[in-house]
């Protein structure tokens, strides 16, 4: 910097100094305060943005799993009540293959055919017998592939209240009936029993189907998820596990279990069963939970976030550094002046040229002029002695 550009700028910091309230400065300067002020704004107004980002984005996420968890419900639903339908029909058919013979008896070689050629195109179907108005089991015809103990093997009489209610309105209405859920015995499995009417009087058709296998299948078709659960309710209650791909009683080992899920649940009819019971189908959704799928995008906008805050805060860091190094050029400034004022010895400042720049107070008390006409003064002053 040149010698005069020096000069000149030292000369406008003591015309200031001079100018200045002889009072001490009692506060920041205006821009120091608004600084502060603008970087506490700045950090609070993104810190609330983000947050409102931050719910938008959780909120709408979590909107659109409701609506896949309704569809993908209500679609296992309507296959599970369409697998039913359909082994009905196929019942009504093989009840016109029933033929008594002379012996009372029934021809049973085509029965026979049907009935294996039933298990083999509908594996859930586990068991079928022929039965009476009464409830006696005429004959029992067992899937080899049923993962439950047979229901009618060794009995001649059914004594459970459900399946001899639908027997009788079966046969009462002449047409196919089915019971509520229930839990297989010595099984965790699901079933629901279906009873047909058949052309011979006081002879009806039973059909044992495995829902729990039913609702795997159909979860496998349309819940292409490992976060879904789904279970059967049974007038609001939950028979007996959820069900999921990753196997049924337990939610996805990969969750976090103070996670709360999405749950929807829809109506199963069936065949008009029972109408006093209320069946249902239960679905749970995890997939809503942050850590439960590939985020890449949410971790990334949070990534930025982060490092927004962080420039913002640097900035109100360094902002508080700067009013922090104002108050102590403040106090510096004080001391400097209170002592410059407060000298017995008179002190004035002058440039290379002679030109006065500073008086403290003793000055003009000695030499007996008011400081106003001493500043800006050159050789010869007037308090020099005149020759």
Known sequence: MPADQSEHLISDAFRHLNAANKELPAKLPAFSEHGLWAAWAALLLVAAFLTGVAWLVIDSDREAETIRLKQTTDLVAQSIEAQVLGVSEILQKMSLRLVRGQQGDFASASLDLAAQTLFIDRREVTELALVTEKGEVRRVWSSSTARA???????????????????????????????????????????????????????????????????????????????????????????????????????????????????????????????????????????????????????????????????????????????????????????????????VVGLRVTDLKGRMLYVNDTFPKIVGYPAKELIGQKPPYPYWAKN
Do not use: C, W
Request: charged content about 20%; aromatic content about 10%; hydrophobic content about 45%.
């Open 149 to 343: 103990p047979s229901l009618f093997e060794g009995i001649n009489q059914i004594n459970d209240a459900h399946l001899l209610r639908a027997v009788r309105l079966a046969k009462r209405f002449d047409r196919s009936l089915s019971t509520p859920f229930y839990v297989g015995p010595y099984s965790q499995r699901i079933f629901v029993n279906i009873v047909t009417p058949s052309a011979i009087p006081d002879t009806l058709l039973m059909a044992r189907i495995d829902l729990t296998r039913l609702l795997l299948l159909a979860q496998q078709r349309y819940a292409d998820t490992g976060s879904y659960l789904l279970s059967f309710a049974l007038n609001g209650r939950s028979i007996p596990a959820p069900v999921g791909s990753r196997g049924p009683s337990k939610p996805p080992v990969d969750q976090p279990e103070l996670t709360e899920p999405i749950i929807y649940a829809t109506d199963i009819t069936l065949l008009d069963a029972a109408p006093e019971e209320e069946m249902s189908l239960v679905a749970k959704s995890y997939d809503h939970a942050l850590f439960a799928n590939n985020r890449v995008q949410y971790f990334s906008v949070g990534g930025l976030a982060l490092m927004l805050l962080a420039a913002i805060g640097l900035v109100f860091y360094y902002q508080r550094q700067q009013v922090r190094s104002h108050r102590t050029l403040m106090a510096e400034y004080s001391l400097r002046r209170a002592m410059s004022e407060s000298a």
